[in-house]
């Protein structure tokens, strides 16, 4: 069956780095979209990146462009998250997400309704 799993997250200082790699299983990434999505306690998830694979578009939140990176590497069937200039506003559980897209690029890359396939999600907290 479809499977995301999210790992990488922790405890880090403001300007620092972390990769979270999102293994998926049960399919292959070539016509699924994957997001990255985060959300922080009180607040709504919210889409941070997404990497479309039938097109190989990127699209990212504007809080988070220029600092964050999504890359595939389809000979593990994963996808990362590049985070980098990490500040305090970015803790949060971050999930990844997939769904299918076929051939086409994607619509709403960013918003959490459009995914069907979630991972548990990994916490990443920025603090000093």
């Known amino acids: 069956q479809v499977q995301l799993v999210e790992s990488g997250g922790g405890l880090v200082q403001p300007g620092g780095s972390l990769r979270l790699p999102c293994a998926a299983s049960?399919?292959?990434?070539?016509?699924?979209?994957i997001g990255w999505f985060r959300q922080a306690p009180g607040k709504e998830r919210e889409g941070v990146s997404c990497l479309s694979n039938s097109d190989g578009n990127l699209y990212y939140a504007a809080s988070v462009r220029g600092r964050f990176t999504i890359s595939v590497d389809k000979s593990k069937n994963t996808v990362y998250l590049q985070m980098n200039t990490l500040k305090p506003e970015d803790t949060a559980l971050y999930y990844c997400?997939?769904?299918?897209?076929?051939?086409?690029?994607?619509?709403?890359?960013?918003?959490?309704?459009?995914?069907?396939?979630w991972g548990q999600g990994t916490q990443v907290t920025v603090s000093s």
């Open positions: 997400a997939a769904y299918y897209t076929g051939s086409g690029g994607v619509a709403a890359p960013l918003q959490p309704a459009r995914y069907n396939y």
């Open positions: 049960g399919f292959t990434l070539d016509y699924y979209a």
